[in-house]
């Protein structure tokens, strides 16, 4: 199999089935009808009372004031229970003392490994363990019409499914709603504006013809086994299977009138491969008392307030920003996140892409 690589990062358009999520609990405000399988982000101006429900970008141009609190009005929960008052004051008094219950550091990640091409009917496929929690993602890519309002785009959707074997909470409705959330999740965090400014995923990479022909890719991730931080997984073995990814070469056969799709020949040898250089990586930063920790497991989440999840790319640019927890989140203190986060992202990016080579090198074999 050929492979050439030209630039890429995709986004997703979510047009090919329902998104499912985990248990939804509306904090500040009602949204008046239980739909929201969206999360929506309220910056209230505590002078005015106004609020502003766009969702919330890491873009300079649309971050929130200094004046400016910002709230979850929904958000997911994978709860641990039966947990002592002794055993949560064993963890949070351990993040305290910058000393976890599993012998790590506030900003420190439990082992990770990756294996790529582990689906043979998909395009690119990667498997991510990250300590206990293990996902799978893959990506196929499917011939399609751009839409009419970005006619220089390809089409890329996200789907997560959560096992019923990876936790018991998944069975039914529990893990149709986490799903949901992880999805939308990875979204904000990929894909930035309605546009796509900021976004970690060029779609201009996927056009065929211009109007007319584009690549629809779908990415779909699969949560095998769950020991917290799932969405950081996800974004990992996107990542990893993006890079594993292969998208035959289409070589325009005839010119077509305006109306008429263009006749395309597809090659079953030649393939262009994605440059997921500029793709970025997903660290979640979880508040638990005062501090706040990267890569928590289920217990440790069981116990957090709020958090923060960014999206940076290997060029310190953060593509996107979401939030979960019920607890409002100052602005001084999300920059504060932001910059932490950003430096977090390097480890993790050379750790994963060592991983990928590593992958790489054992499939060649």
Same mark, same amino acid.
């Given at each position: &199999? ?42 209230? #101006? ?33 709860? &641990? ?10 963890? @949070?008094?351990?993040?305290?003392? #910058? ?21 043979? @009917? ?85 056009? /065929? ?51 008429? @799709? ?10 262009? @491969? ?20 990267? #890569? ?7 116990? &957090? ?6 999206? /940076? ?23 504060? &996140? ?28």
């Amino acid at each position: &199999m050929t492979r050439n690589h030209v630039g890429s990062t995709i986004h997703p358009t979510n047009s090919r089935g329902t998104l499912h999520s985990n248990k939804y609990r509306l904090t500040i405000a009602s949204i008046g009808e239980k739909r929201a399988h969206r999360p929506v982000f309220f910056c209230r #101006d505590p002078h005015t009372g106004s609020a502003n429900t766009e969702g919330l970008v890491a873009d300079k141009a649309r971050a929130a004031p200094p004046s400016l609190d910002l709230v979850l009005c929904g958000s997911p929960e994978v709860g &641990m229970k039966g947990l002592s008052v002794g055993e949560k004051l064993f963890i @949070q008094g351990g993040i305290a003392q #910058d000393l976890r219950t599993d012998g790590r550091r506030r900003l420190n990640y439990r082992p990770i490994s990756v294996e790529t091409d582990v689906i043979s @009917q998909a395009n690119g496929s990667a498997r991510v363990r990250m300590g206990g929690t293990e996902v799978i993602a893959t990506v196929k890519a499917e011939l399609g019409r751009p839409n009419a309002m970005q006619p220089d785009k390809g089409k890329v959707s996200i789907f997560v499914d959560c096992s019923p074997t990876a936790e018991p909470t998944f069975e039914g409705r529990g893990g149709e709603e986490l799903a949901t959330e992880l999805s939308v999740a990875l979204e904000r965090c990929l894909l930035g504006g309605k546009s796509g400014a900021g976004a970690g995923i060029d779609l201009s990479s996927l056009i /065929v013809v211009e109007g007319k022909l584009c690549w629809d890719l779908y990415i779909e991730g699969l949560v095998v086994s769950s020991d917290g931080n799932l969405l950081d997984a996800l974004g990992a073995a996107i990542k990893a299977a993006l890079s594993n990814t292969g998208i035959p070469k289409v070589n325009v056969s005839a010119e077509a009138s305006a109306n008429e @799709q263009p006749e395309v020949d597809v090659s079953d040898e030649e393939f262009l @491969q994605f440059d997921t250089s500029g793709v970025p990586v997903i660290v979640t930063l979880t508040k638990v008392g005062r501090h706040y920790i990267v #890569d928590a497991t289920l217990e440790e989440e069981s116990q &957090m307030s709020s958090a923060i999840s960014i999206s /940076v790319n290997r060029h310190g640019h953060v593509c996107g920003l979401t939030k979960r927890g019920g607890a409002g989140v100052d602005p001084s203190v999300i920059l504060d &996140m932001i910059s932490v986060g950003k430096h977090v992202s390097e480890q993790l990016l050379n750790k994963l892409d060592s991983e990928i080579a590593a992958a790489e090198a054992d499939e060649e074999e």
